[in-house]
């Protein structure tokens, strides 16, 4: 099944390249996330600070294409960047979250 899963997790200590955590709530997620068959597609920061807080995983890579992170904050006053991405699909539920976790 196709699924799409963004939001901001806050999940600042994941090494996403080498998906590694820093404590075991990130380890736990990361797990979580490998058993559903999620794939991270941002590779870059998302944070003004230089974290990839805000995620789009999922279960088909290929379903998205021109994921962008916009370090252009004209589009809105925070210091997260926006991600802009197109589904090739329509066919796929996409499920937003905005986590706040204390690590």
């Known amino acids: 099944?196709?699924?799409?899963?963004?939001?901001?997790?806050?999940?600042?200590?994941?090494?996403?390249?080498?998906s590694i955590g820093m404590n075991n709530i990130e380890n736990t997620f990361l797990n979580g996330f490998a058993e559903l068959g999620?794939?991270?597609?941002?590779r870059d920061p998302t944070h003004s600070?230089?974290?990839i807080l805000?995620?789009?995983?999922?279960?088909?890579?290929?379903?998205?294409?021109?994921v962008q992170v916009q370090s252009d904050r004209s589009?809105?006053?925070?210091?997260?960047f926006p991600i802009i991405?197109?589904?090739?699909?329509?066919?796929?539920?996409i499920i937003?979250?905005?986590?706040?976790i204390k690590c």
Request: contains cysteine.
């Open 85 to 93: 991405t197109f589904s090739k699909s329509s066919h796929f539920p």
């Open 38 to 42: 999620l794939v991270q597609c941002i």
């Open 54 to 66: 805000d995620i789009l995983l999922t279960t088909s890579e290929n379903s998205i294409n021109n």
């Open 1 to 18: 099944r196709k699924l799409i899963v963004t939001g901001d997790f806050n999940l600042r200590g994941i090494d996403w390249t080498n």
């Open 96 to 100: 937003t979250f905005d986590i706040k």
């Open 75 to 80: 589009y809105c006053n925070s210091d997260h």
């Open 49 to 51: 600070k230089g974290s």
